[in-house]
């Protein structure tokens, strides 16, 4: 028989099986795995990065590489599951990053979105965002939307510390990566804070202070940043020995701490944080934030990307 006819004539499942697979098709009454199940499920884990421990890694960074050497002097905040050597969730990645004095960071852009939250920098300490430079403050939300040319620099007298937060693992999910590098440190044809790139620690305090409690009873503001389409971003203020409700949702979502001290229950794990420490919820682990102190987190989530598609659920747990 040919090979169309062996095939339509075959003995029995088994012989049916072997001769599908040279052919690149699979059973689908034959699957090694489901592709389907009840609920969300991930690999990626609960985890907290310490604030400390990466100040001590990139200060012992500074004294070995320099900027040009590493494009980015950064700390990737990596989740330990098998196979995983770069991703913080599935969709986010988080680093840690430092500029010493003098030193510039070439610019560049890509289609990743990426943003970061100022840590620790001295005066002088900017980034430049396709052309306009804007002078860094801690507690700046700075953002960076995907194929912006964005550089850095530091004129000042200490190293320049923040956190680093891209979409980059779904970019490279779905695969439309560009990279294009600029020779050296783009050029500032302007210098401003007032841009829809800058959120200021005291807009974001002012903000909250005004806000009420959203129906799960958190008080937070999501920052109103249209550049940046597959991520949500949120301040949230937590009042000392107050925990919230214990929610489950499909997002995932990085937590960068701010200010103040505390505990989060993620599914079965219970993390403890304090300020510039960075911890993650993946979807569907039900979270609760247990504050020892009046405390400040911020939230990158990809929140946009399920509710466009229509699969973000948010519930609460007992």
Not at 105 to 134: E, K, M, W
Not at 228 to 235: K, R
Request: charge should be negative; proline fraction near 6%; aromatic fraction near 8%.
């Amino acid at each position: 028989m040919t090979g169309l006819s062996a095939l339509a004539n075959a003995a029995n499942l088994d012989d049916l099986s072997r001769q599908l697979d040279p052919l690149d098709f699979m059973a689908g009454w034959n699957k090694h795995e489901p592709s389907l199940w009840k609920e969300p499920r991930t690999d990626f884990k609960p985890m907290v990065w310490r604030w400390e421990a990466a100040k001590a890694g990139l200060d012992a960074a500074g004294r070995l590489i320099d900027a040009e050497q590493a494009e980015r002097r950064n700390l990737f905040m990596v989740n330990p599951i098998e196979g995983n050597h770069y991703a913080t969730l599935r969709t986010l990645v988080s680093a840690y990053q430092m500029l010493l004095p003098g030193e510039k960071a070439r610019t560049h852009r890509h289609s990743p979105n990426a943003l970061r939250l100022v840590l620790d920098v001295a005066d002088n300490c900017y980034t430049i965002v396709d052309g306009v430079r804007i002078d860094m403050e801690p507690g700046d939300v700075l953002l960076t939307p995907g194929m912006s040319w964005h550089g850095h620099g530091n004129e000042g007298s200490a190293p320049g510390y923040w956190i680093d937060f891209l979409d980059v693992p779904l970019v490279q999910l779905l695969e439309p990566m560009f990279l294009d590098l600029w020779e050296g440190l783009q050029a500032a044809a302007d210098n401003t804070r007032d841009s829809p790139y800058v959120f200021s620690m005291a807009d974001m305090q002012a903000q909250l202070a005004q806000a009420a409690p959203d129906a799960f009873g958190r008080l937070r503001i999501r920052l109103d940043a249209p550049s940046m389409p597959t991520t949500a971003l949120f301040m949230e203020k937590l009042a000392g020995g107050v925990s919230g409700q214990r929610l489950r949702s499909t997002e995932n979502q990085i937590f960068a701490v701010v200010s103040g001290s505390g505990e989060s229950r993620i599914g079965d794990a219970c993390l403890s944080w304090s300020r510039g420490d960075v911890f993650v919820a993946p979807g569907w682990h039900a979270l609760q934030h247990r504050p020892a102190e009046d405390a400040m987190l911020f939230c990158v989530s990809d929140l946009p990307v399920h509710a466009k598609l229509g699969f973000h659920r948010l519930r609460v747990e007992d």
